[in-house]
C-alpha cells in the first residue's frame, strides 16, 4: 500500500462529492459533535473562490467598560493569522462571529 492509499483509506466520504461527516474527536467545547468535510482542489484554485476579506466581529466584556462589539476588516490571506492572534492575546474580547466582505468599508483602511 502506498502513503497516499493508507491516508486516503481514513478518509472515504460519505457522498459522491467528497463530502462526509466525521466526529470532532479533540478535547474542545465541540467535542461530542460531528463536522463536515470535502475533499477541495489545490489551494490557488480553492483561494480564487474565497471573499477577498471579511470581518470579524469581536465582543468586549469587563468590570471596567461597557459591553461592546469591534468589527475589524481582515484581508484573507491574513485572516488565520489574525484569528490566532486574537484568540491568544484577546483577553476579554471574544470573537463573536465572522463573515464574507466582498469590500470593506473604505474607513478600515483594509485595503490600502
Known sequence: MTDDEAREQFWIPDNPDGSGWANVDWV??????????????????????????????????????????????????HLADFLAELSLAGGSEVIWHVEPCPLPPPESRAGD
Open 28 to 77: 474542545s467545547a465541540s467535542r461530542g459533535s460531528r463536522y463536515h468535510y470535502r475533499h477541495v482542489g489545490p489551494i490557488e484554485e480553492e483561494r480564487s473562490n474565497l471573499p477577498p476579506f471579511y470581518r470579524v466581529v469581536t465582543r468586549l466584556e469587563s468590570r471596567n467598560l461597557h459591553a461592546h462589539e469591534n468589527s475589524y476588516y481582515v484581508a484573507r490571506d
